[in-house]
């Protein structure tokens, strides 16, 4: 079980100050005070709700306030209460403040004022005695409570990354969320566990990274079978294989039995089984190892994901196999005694480009969904916005780094094709 975590700035919203006023017309040329009250600062709210799975929006955007009050008007008026903020959370959450819990947030619903807005100021109406008949002034608000937060929350990842090491793990992890973690060309790059979100449609998963397993492993070899226990709480496993390995069977069965090895829970997990890399081969050569995993995975040739991280091929195929495997698995219940480990969640990534031809990309993820349904192609202007946005994500960049040629190339966003 991970631990996801992150820090958040509250302050509630100021008081509004209450108002020196008197009343003037022409019936009443020196009436007597009429300032009125200031609005109460809103509070912040932490509120649990079922519609949020993890606390990533909250390593993005890092300080909530509430509104102000309004300040008192004349007239005896007063100002309008500042709206409370509500910071909604996963069920879940604990919320402290230094050391101190000031909530623990289990249940759907449930909230937590965590900083008070600070009270309105009185009007000058108020001040009336013998001393001032005509009081010229009036109180200031208060300031609300401000305060420095974490935000806690235990979680289970949903997907297991799985393979030897070097089979690109964690080029996938980064590929298809935001994490960042350490890839390269040799063996134990990843040393603890990565986690990522991925966003697929409406399906939010979390995807954790782990050291790569070596035959032995489940006896201590490499970096032992330890970060297993990470996994055997997912929902589904995908397994990596590097379509470069001398023998996938081999590569596919040394990994396998060592998942048996380490639980019999592990060991029936469902499964998807990736070919990784498959971009460096030849298409003959591609489909002789396809065939040759599925005969080790006993499963169908056509249920052998092929997948290209670096290239981002496979990756869509990908993700819609194991929400699917996911949608049939079982939800597991975490263990009160279970350990944890601290993993931040990495925040979502939005979009992603997959090739399609020769310089032509189509641009997928909830953002690339977003912009393409939101954008009126018809008007120069919303395109015009559209490529700034995209330009500011680092699309064109991206493009840039995968080789495809400025001015020529085409990229598909929501059906409309847009040149670079
Ligand atoms: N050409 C190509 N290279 C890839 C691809 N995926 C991964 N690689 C390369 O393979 C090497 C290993 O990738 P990692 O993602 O670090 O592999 P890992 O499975 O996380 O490895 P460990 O953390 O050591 O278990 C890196 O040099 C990657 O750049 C791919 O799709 N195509
Ligand atoms: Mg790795």
């Not at 008070?116 to 609300?144: C, D, I, M, W």
């Not at 489940?218 to 032992?224: I, N, R, V, W």
Request: glycine fraction near 10%.
């Amino acid at each position: 079980m991970f631990l996801d975590y992150t820090t958040v700035q509250v302050q509630a919203g100021r008081g509004g100050d209450g108002r020196v006023s008197f009343l003037r017309n022409r019936h009443n040329p020196r009436g007597g005070p009429d300032g009125g009250d200031g609005g109460r600062g809103g509070d912040v709210i932490v509120q649990a709700s079922h519609n949020s799975s993890t606390l990533s929006k909250y390593r993005v955007k890092k300080v909530w306030k509430a509104e102000m009050g309004v300040a008192g008007g004349p007239n005896k008026c007063s100002g309008k209460n500042g709206q409370d903020l509500i910071i909604i959370v996963p069920p879940g959450t604990i919320v402290r403040r230094g050391d101190d819990v000031i909530a623990d947030l289990t249940e759907d619903g449930q909230s937590a004022v965590v900083a008070r807005g600070g009270n309105g100021g009185r009007g000058n109406t108020h001040f009336v005695s013998s001393t001032y008949q005509a009081p010229k002034f009036a109180e200031l608000g208060l300031p609300g409570d401000a305060a420095e937060l974490v935000f806690e929350l235990k979680l289970i990842a949903d997907v297991g990354l799985v393979g030897l090491p070097n089979a690109g793990k964690s080029t996938l992890l980064s590929v298809v969320s935001s994490a960042r973690p350490k890839i390269a060309d040799y063996a134990f790059t990843t040393l603890t566990p990565n986690l990522g979100m991925v966003r697929y449609h409406d399906n939010e998963l979390i995807f954790a990274d782990i050291p790569g397993l070596i035959e032995g492993a489940s006896e201590g070899k490499g970096l032992g079978d330890e970060f297993l226990r990470h996994v055997e709480r997912t929902r589904a496993l995908v397994h990596l294989v590097d379509a470069t390995d001398e023998d996938v069977a081999k590569s596919f069965t040394t990994v396998r039995k060592e998942l048996a090895g380490y639980s019999e829970k592990l060991a029936h997990k469902p499964s998807v089984v990736v070919l990784s890399k498959s971009s460096y081969l030849l298409e003959d050569e591609l489909k002789l190892k396809r065939k040759q995993l599925a005969r080790a995975a006993k499963i169908k040739m056509a249920e052998v994901v092929l997948i290209s991280a670096q290239e981002h091929m496979g990756i869509d195929e990908l993700l819609a196999v194991t929400t699917r495997v996911i949608a049939e698995a079982p939800v597991y219940e975490a263990a009160e005694d279970e350990q944890i480990i601290d993993v931040p969640v990495e925040s979502v990534v939005d979009w992603y480009l997959e090739p399609e031809a020769d310089n032509r990309f189509v641009l997928k993820g909830n953002v690339a969904d977003r912009w393409g349904g939101r954008t009126n192609f018809q008007q120069d202007q919303a395109v015009e916005r559209l490529r700034r946005a995209m330009s500011r994500a680092g699309v064109f960049r991206r493009l840039k780094q995968l080789g495809a040629p400025e001015g020529k190339t085409t990229i598909i966003v929501g059906g409309h094709e847009l040149t670079w």
